[in-house]
């Protein structure tokens, strides 16, 4: 399974982009999916957002009415949404996602490789 995460890049504070992250490979069923970001001061990926099947979302209070997490389970991918962008937002944004294989065998938690958002003040 891979996870392929994209639309980072730079933009100034009050901007906007758009974030996706498409599953691929041995799937059968996908449950949460989530956005985390780190920047190198933390030691910790910080939970950004996550939706679960069904659509029940969840934000962390830093970017609660900036940010909007959503799913296509047709096209196994993830967005997020950030608006009003500040520069305490620049971090790297990893997706993962909570994915059950083909022969039903668990529920594996899996990361893709991550995206750089830079915002500048």
């Known amino acids: 399974v891979q996870l392929q995460a994209s639309g980072g890049g730079l933009v100034q504070a009050g901007g906007s982009l758009r974030l996706s992250c498409t599953a691929s490979?041995?799937?059968?069923?996908?449950?949460?999916m989530a956005w985390y970001r780190k920047t190198p001061e933390k030691l910790t990926r910080e939970l950004v957002a996550?939706?679960?099947?069904?659509?029940?979302?969840k934000y962390a209070d830093s970017v609660k009415g900036r940010f909007t997490i959503s799913r296509d389970d047709f096209k196994a991918t993830a967005y997020l949404q950030m608006n009003t962008l500040k520069p305490e937002d620049t971090a790297r944004y990893y997706c993962?996602?909570?994915?059950?294989?083909?022969?039903?065998?668990?529920?594996?938690?899996?990361w893709g490789e991550g995206t750089q958002v830079t915002v500048s003040s």
């Open positions: 490979g041995n799937i059968y069923q996908i449950f949460d």
């Open positions: 993962t996602a909570q994915i059950q294989p083909q022969d039903r065998s668990g529920v594996y938690e899996e």
């Open positions: 996550s939706v679960a099947v069904g659509g029940i979302t």
